[in-house]
């Protein structure tokens, strides 16, 4: 019985098995994985002078607050707190009104930025995973309106009030500002690369519509991105003064608008408008203080991914 022999080739490369870490070696790899980098002490000292310089314009209101407005004035001013700034809080809160401006910018400010989370999330999804004709036309003009100055259409938006009959009422500064560009644009970007476009295509196969879609997936999936456009927006809204400036008066006031009333007179009161500034500022500082983490949560889930 004889067994043809194959040729066999000489030239063919040879593999040869990658050599399998040892015991060391897979320690060694478990810990660069799991190494932490540390920024140094040169890091720790820019991030405390950046911590100082960031805080340094609140601890100086505090401090103009409490002190009188001679000695505000004075060469060189005070650094340390004094002891006027619950009689200066009470000042301001009773000449501006402030109570009454409080609320009128929690109303202005809270419809706003959920106006604009909702719009903006909806069209950011329209945008960003449906295929209509006219999308890229629509949203370069969504953008486009980013470039023209607001200024420009003070005086026919005021005009357009008026015929309404909301000058002077909180509606003409709410409408206006229900939704943005930029929060559309945001929502698009941030809906194009964190919403997977097999989803959607598995929700239509499925026989869900389009708001079923959105209730059900988009939302879930944009809930970073819509906490930290609804702070940004919120306080944008907050500390806006123009416009409520132009369209409302000191009988209706939001916040800005309630502060120039103790800017009236010959003699200014720096530690009065300081104390003014201060009770504007402390509702923002609450409510970053009980929602910070959420928002620091829902920004890194935006940019983290995997």
Same mark, same amino acid.
């Given at each position: 019985?004889?067994?043809?022999?194959?040729?066999?080739?000489?030239?063919?490369?040879?593999r040869t098995p990658a050599p399998k870490p040892s015991g060391g070696g897979r320690r060694l790899l478990r810990v660069r994985a799991g190494r932490q980098h540390h920024i140094g002490p040169l890091g720790y000292v820019l991030l405390a002078v950046m911590a100082i310089v960031s805080i340094f314009p609140l601890y100086w209101t505090m401090v103009a607050a409490s002190?009188?407005?001679?000695?505000?004035?004075?060469?060189?001013?005070?650094?340390?707190?004094?002891?006027?700034?619950?009689h200066n809080l009470a000042r301001a809160?009773?000449?501006?009104?402030?109570?009454?401006?409080?609320v009128n910018s929690l109303i202005v400010a809270g419809v706003i930025a $959920?106006?604009?989370?909702? @719009? =903006?999330? $909806?069209?950011?999804?329209? @945008? =960003?995973? $449906?295929?209509?004709?006219?999308?890229t036309i629509l949203l370069t003009l969504v953008i486009g309106t980013m470039m023209v100055p607001p200024q420009l259409g003070v005086v026919p938006l005021f005009m357009m009030m008026a015929e309404l009959g909301w000058a002077q009422q909180l509606p003409a500064v709410i409408f206006p500002t229900l939704v943005s560009a930029v929060g559309v644009f945001f929502m698009r970007q941030y809906l194009a690369e964190a919403l997977p476009d097999e989803l959607v295509?598995?929700?239509?196969v499925d026989g869900a519509h389009s708001l079923r879609i959105f209730w059900s997936i988009?939302?879930?999936?944009?809930?970073?991105?819509?906490s930290v456009l609804f702070m940004i927006t919120f306080v944008h809204a907050w500390n806006d003064f123009f416009w409520p400036f132009v369209v409302l008066d000191m009988t209706n006031?939001?916040?800005?608008?309630a502060l120039t009333q103790l800017s009236a007179g010959y003699v200014r009161d720096q530690s009065l408008i300081m104390a003014g500034a201060l009770l504007g500022t402390l509702p923002l500082l609450a409510m970053f203080i009980v929602f910070g983490r959420q928002i620091v949560s829902g920004i890194m889930a935006g940019a983290v991914k995997g």
């Open positions: 019985m004889t067994v043809n022999s194959l040729p066999v080739r000489t030239d063919s490369p040879v002190t009188d407005n001679t000695r505000v004035s004075q060469t060189p001013p005070p650094f340390l707190p004094g002891s006027n700034l619950f809160w009773d000449e501006a009104a402030m109570g009454k401006a409080m $959920l106006s604009t989370v909702l @719009f =903006a999330t $909806l069209a950011g999804f329209a @945008f =960003a995973k $449906l295929r209509f004709r006219g999308r295509e598995a929700a239509r988009v939302l879930p999936v944009a809930r970073p991105a819509m006031p939001t916040v800005p608008v």
